[in-house]
């Protein structure tokens, strides 16, 4: 923030101003797109902290600040994908570590696990994270991370952040929380001890399907000391024109997570109640096996919802809706539907899939900001032809 640096401000005004003050040149309220790959120099090391675009860019460095306060970490770096940034965080450690992952993870995420690091010498084992005693079970002597998301997707299993980050760092490991579902709207995993937060920037943060980012947050400037080389290093960073569309879908994060989640909580209810659903996986639901936990370290339960019908229709299903639109990704205005084991984990295989509930029959959906009248009755016309 500016002028008054003591000013204590809330989240849905850090969205707006954190990161950036209007420039010296017209004072522009909205950010420039600063284009240049390089910087001139009033003499060899005479720069203004910008020598060339990979190493820094000023409006990248304005995302990352923004994702640092919102965050409340020590600094943040901004990627071309989510993907890069949790596999620059894996590359950061050495050759032989272990690292522990929820059992329900992205599909994305197990994939450069198991494909691309094990094939480096990295050690992966994949557990249920809400057990706390089966994640101390799995550490051993060279286990240096424990990467969970909560809630998982797309089964919506919420961990105990907090207490898993105690774990783990009585064992000299360290913690990284996937915030995609949750945003730093609805729960702040460095707050109950995570060392790194990642999120999908594309879903949520930018929030209109039109932009492909990663962000990687640290709670310690050592870590992100050491993050920072590793981007200018490897170079996969985000672009000034995908960090200005992230800059600009960010200030309208809390009204949109707001709608997002009151949608959610009603299309949830509906699909609870209806006698051709078999089960809803949401964390809003009394009946959610977490369901106090997420009430306890979330203000919030977010727009991302699964569930299963009573009988193998969902090709039918899927035929017979309107609103919602059969695609891949989550998080922004548009609702979305999609069919996880044949989708978006796909490249976990079918027996791993299995193991953790992540049927054929699994619907998964991203509720968007529509009226919430018009999602249901979607929803429940398709379900009557079905």
Same mark, same amino acid.
């Given at each position: 923030?500016?002028k008054?640096?003591?000013l ?30 390089t ?11 910008y ?16 994702m ?18 949790i596999s ?18 992205y599909?994305?995420s197990?994939?450069v ?7 480096h ?7 249920d ?9 799995? *550490? ?21 952040i907090?207490a ?44 209109h ?11 310690n400037?050592e ?17 000034? @024109? ?10 309208t ?15 949830a ?11 809803? *996986? ?24 699964? @569930?299963?019908?009573?009988q ?6 899927l ?14 205005v548009e ?52």
């Open positions: 923030m500016r008054n640096s003591s204590k401000t809330r989240l849905a005004t850090k969205v707006i101003h954190e990161g950036y003050e209007p420039e010296p040149l017209a004072a522009c309220v909205a950010p420039p797109i600063y284009m240049s790959t910087y001139a120099q009033d003499g060899v090391g005479g720069h203004k902290g020598e060339y675009a990979r190493s820094n860019n000023p409006t990248r460095e304005m995302l990352e600040k923004n640092s306060a919102l965050e409340e970490a020590y600094g943040s770096c901004a990627f071309a994908s989510g993907m890069a940034a620059t965080l894996i590359q950061d450690l050495n050759q032989g570590d272990h690292i522990i992952c929820c059992a329900s993870i599909g994305g197990y994939r696990f198991t494909k691309v690091f094990a094939r010498g990295f050690q992966f084992s994949f557990v994270t809400t057990c706390l005693k089966t994640v101390e079970e799995a *550490f051993n002597s060279r286990t240096k991370l424990v990467f969970v998301e909560s809630p998982t997707n797309p089964l919506m299993e919420i961990s105990d907090g898993i980050c105690e774990l783990a760092h009585k064992k000299g490991a360290q913690v990284c929380v996937d915030n995609t579902f949750m945003t730093p709207y609805l729960q702040s995993p460095i707050n109950m001890g995570a060392d790194y937060v990642v999120h999908s920037a594309t879903k949520y943060l930018g929030g399907s039109d932009v492909i980012g990663g962000i990687l947050c640290m709670k400037k870590d992100w000391e050491r993050i920072r080389f590793i981007q200018k290093s490897v170079g996969a960073v985000l672009s000034p @024109f995908d960090s200005w569309l992230l800059l600009r879908g960010i200030k994060l809390a009204v949109r997570m707001r709608a997002h989640e009151e949608n959610a909580n009603k299309v209810a509906f699909l609870d109640s209806h006698p051709k659903v078999s089960k809803v *996986f949401y964390p809003g639901l009394s009946n959610h096996p977490q369901h106090k936990l997420a009430q306890k370290q979330a203000c919030g339960f977010g727009g991302m919802l699964s @569930f299963e019908l009573k193998d229709k969902v090709k039918e299903f035929k017979c809706l309107n609103i919602f639109l059969l695609a891949e990704s989550l998080g922004a609702s979305l539907v999609c069919i996880p084991a044949k989708m978006t984990h796909a490249s976990i295989p079918a027996e791993e899939r299995l193991k953790v509930g992540i049927t054929d029959n699994l619907i998964r959906l991203s509720v968007g900001i529509e009226d919430a009248e018009d999602l249901i009755a979607d929803l429940k016309a398709a379900l009557e032809l079905v």
